[in-house]
């Protein structure tokens, strides 16, 4: 067992986690991110199509502004937004963009200089800007290297189990390092979670393998609520059985999506955005034409036509999906379409926090002292119901950013706090308890169940008696979970069956939250789609969802009003 310490720790190193490293380093000498995978290996890399800002600097877009782009993220999230995040988020996105420009991110230029932006749903103008088709890619390793430079500490292949906490305050976070199996406890004076997405508890998703949601299994067992979790994003192209994303892009470009019959059936759901409709509009018309029989050869899947395109443009533009289908698909999609279905993507909802990144506490009225939220982990309500396209990179950036610089600011105005090593034997015993267990049923058995409950229960549609069923379905699973688990590799060193088996946890708890989430709200918004509830009902749930586990073990459920503004002058 070992103990480090650092002013401020930062669990997650992408796109949000790094963002908030570079801030911090502003405010605090000592900054630390401590990730599972490596940080050029983490989720944001995947990210292709764009980052979106209104930098208004083309003859198709100079009337865009922030203003604009505020109010296509507040109608594209089904007014379940909150404005005061919002118009930080759009406010300061040119601002952001640049700073990423500025420290090396090779954004695709026009032939004349400037920096071009493609179309992607839900934008009335052209607004994402984009590095060919691996933005992500682009801006992580940009941000990688800014760290690097600043001489970050990173702890890569550690894994997280826990915060340690006293009351209302966080001191630190219990975890064990992968290579060795030793325990370590990480002292802090400030945390960040930045821990990413939850998309591994679907069968189909567009998630790495690391998008696990341990963030979120985390804040569940400190007794932090989670917000909005009902509202999973399903993305309209993922490849037919894999979920690789085939990004956005490719419709922004000019893609086309077809039904089994050729028929490009968006013109049936909405006739002037077509296959640039919001996210949750194009992958339910999706869902519909499969229901109806008109898939691919009446299977589950659809085509994402580019044949119209020249050749030189997708290879130009769109050159990692022109991989992609090639080696995953086996098509070239200058010639043939591509096999296309909707795959679990984001989730809007998340650990709640405040415009600075703090996370809120139970009942709301008050926040941790010193623990923060960012990225897809956190939620603080940008994206309402329904993420538009290319605004994630920008979250992530943008509070990121601002959870850095309050928590670093914090940091250097407190002291460490109790040490927490008499803790450590309660995880040595864990981790002993899951190594050297006896029962009869292994981890990919459980998690083979619960991504089928996920799928078919809580997927792009859902009903009230598949959901009941559902939380059954799963509390059954978290039995299992805890007394007849099993680990054919019970050594320490390297053990990735081990790791799977913890975050499993995580997954199966914050699966029962993201089910009863979505049973307890009885309207269709955005990307939740109730069908014995098919209709938006805005004056009794045009409200956030906070869901928090109580001492019994059952879950309670309460909602807050959307917010209009916030005045207090430390958030501007």
């Not at 305050?169 to 990413?196: D, H, Q, S």
Request: aromatic share 6%; net charge negative; hydrophobic share 35%.
């Amino acid at each position: 067992m070992k103990t480090v310490k650092h002013d401020l720790v930062i669990v997650g190193g992408g796109a949000a986690g790094l963002r908030a490293a570079i801030e911090a380093d502003d405010h605090v000498d000592d900054v630390a991110v401590v990730s599972k995978v490596r940080a050029l290996r983490s989720h944001s890399v995947s990210a292709q199509g764009g980052i979106a800002a209104p930098l208004g600097n083309l003859p198709e877009n100079e009337e865009d502004d922030w203003e604009r782009h505020f109010k296509d993220t507040v109608r594209g999230g089904a007014y379940l937004v909150d404005k005061d995040a919002c118009e930080i988020l759009t406010k300061n996105a040119r601002e952001n963009v640049v700073e990423l420009e500025h420290m090396g991110v090779p954004f695709t230029r026009k032939e004349d200089g400037h920096l071009d932006q493609r179309p992607f749903g839900g934008h009335s103008l052209p607004r994402a800007l984009y590095a060919a088709d691996s933005t992500g890619h682009a801006i992580i390793y940009a941000l990688y290297g800014e760290n690097v430079k600043r001489e970050t500490t990173f702890y890569d292949e550690y894994f997280v189990f826990d915060l340690l906490t006293d009351r209302q305050k966080v001191n630190g976070l219990v975890g064990y390092e992968m290579e060795t199996g030793e325990l370590v406890l990480f002292r802090a004076k400030a945390v960040i979670l930045a821990t990413g997405g939850c998309g591994q508890a679907y069968d189909i998703t567009s998630s790495g393998r690391a998008s696990t949601g341990d963030g979120l299994g985390m804040a569940i067992r400190a007794g932090i609520p989670l917000s909005d979790m009902e509202f999973i994003q399903f993305h309209p192209t993922g490849l037919k059985g894999r979920g690789i994303l085939i990004s956005e892009a490719a419709r922004g470009e000019g893609g086309y999506l077809l039904n089994g019959d050729g028929e490009r059936f968006m013109e049936k759901y909405e006739p002037d955005a077509m296959e640039l409709a919001p996210r949750d509009v194009v992958v339910r018309a999706m869902q519909r034409e499969l229901n109806a029989g008109r898939g691919v050869n009446g299977e589950d899947y659809l085509h994402l036509d580019l044949t119209h395109l020249p050749r030189e443009k997708i290879e130009r533009k769109l050159p990692t999906i022109n991989d992609l289908a090639k080696d995953f698909a086996k098509v070239d999609p200058s010639r043939q379409p591509i096999p296309v279905q909707p795959t679990a993507h984001y989730c809007m909802g998340g650990i709640p926090t405040d415009l600075s990144g703090r996370v809120e506490s139970s009942d709301g009225a008050e926040s941790w002292d010193n623990l923060y939220a960012a990225g897809e982990v956190a939620c603080v309500s940008v994206h309402g119901a329904n993420r538009l396209g290319a605004n994630s990179l920008l979250e992530a950036v943008t509070f990121g950013k601002r959870a850095g610089k309050f928590a670093a600011r914090r940091a250097a105005g407190t002291e460490f706090g109790k040490n927490g090593r008499d803790i450590l034997s309660r995880y040595e015993s864990k981790l002993n308890s899951k190594l050297n267990g006896e029962g009869s049923v292994r981890v990919h058995e459980l998690k083979d169940k619960l991504t089928s409950i996920m799928t078919d229960s809580a997927g792009v549609f859902r009903n009230g008696e598949d959901l009941e069923s559902a939380l059954l379905g799963i509390r059954d699973l978290k039995e299992s979970y805890s007394n007849d688990l099993i680990l054919g590799d019970r050594s320490k060193s390297f053990n990735t069956e081990l790791r799977s088996a913890l975050e499993l946890e995580n997954v199966l708890n914050f699966s029962e939250f993201i089910v009863h989430a979505a049973l307890s709200r009885e309207e269709s918004r955005g990307a939740h789609s109730r069908t014995d509830f098919p209709e938006s009902d805005d004056e009794n749930w045009l409200a956030h969802s906070r869901l928090i586990r109580v001492r019994s073990g059952e879950i309670k459920v309460d909602y807050r009003k959307v917010r209009a503004k916030d005045e207090r002058e430390e958030y501007r």
